[in-house]
């Protein structure tokens, strides 16, 4: 089953809003979740990486005050898109691996549309 | 150069088709290897990790050669079940237990009957 969640599937918004992307570990204490970011016929790219009780690591060219991340619990990372634009539109996923294991699992997905 | 490269088809195969992917990696640091598989507006799942000795999960082989930096995955009698984009993924080097994951674009192969 599923080990790994994510809310909203997909979201449609106007230009300028925010959004917030949760996504929880069903089965496990996460201390490290990772934010994935796909567009259309892309790769996944990494945008940071969500520490649980501190602050998140950005990967270079993506801007910290308009992806906030919060991992305030072992269960619980959330991604915010602050003033979303056209061009944030994206496939959003997270992940995490369970303690050493090279595993990882990940979120089903969150589609964004920003009008 | 992009982190991790791949042909990004599409294959046309017919079914019962033996078909291989390539993959080239540019960190020489990395240590951890895998495919994954990406179906249409999916999220990635796992295939299978990558070993230097090579290793095999039915109909699907993969080796690695860390020499050239070289990933492949080779698919045996294709099904239409196969018909998905393979994704190579490396980890990314760095801090000591991170599991950040680099993709490659993907090869998307489509099965025909």
């Known amino acids: 089953g599923a080990v790994v969640s994510q809310h909203p599937s997909w979201v449609i918004c106007k230009s300028g809003t925010s959004v917030k992307i949760e996504c929880r570990s069903l089965d496990f204490q996460a201390t490290t979740m990772f934010w994935y970011r796909q567009f259309p016929k892309q790769s996944l790219m990494l945008m940071a990486t969500s520490n649980e009780g501190s602050k998140a690591t950005y990967e270079q060219g993506v801007e910290k005050d308009k992806f906030l991340i919060n991992h305030a619990s072992l269960t619980l990372s959330t991604l915010t898109v602050t003033s979303a634009h056209p061009e944030d539109s994206s496939f959003y996923i997270c992940s995490y691996s369970r303690g050493g294991q090279e595993t990882q699992y990940f979120g089903p997905g969150t589609r964004l549309l920003v009008l | 150069r992009k982190e991790v490269e791949q042909d990004p088809g599409p294959f046309n195969v017919p079914e019962g088709a033996t078909v291989a992917f390539n993959c080239t990696y540019s960190?020489?640091?990395?240590?951890?290897f895998f495919w994954y598989r990406q179906d249409c507006r999916k999220e990635p799942k796992l295939l299978m990790s990558?070993?230097?000795s090579g290793n095999e999960d039915g109909r699907f082989t993969a080796q690695l050669n860390r020499a050239s930096q070289y990933i492949s995955l080779l698919i045996r009698d294709s099904k239409l079940s196969d018909s998905a984009t393979y994704l190579c993924v490396v980890n990314k080097p760095g801090d000591t237990g991170r599991r950040a994951l680099t993709f490659g674009s993907g090869t998307r192969l489509q099965v025909q009957p």
């Open positions: 960190n020489s640091a990395s240590q951890s």
């Open positions: 990558v070993y230097s």
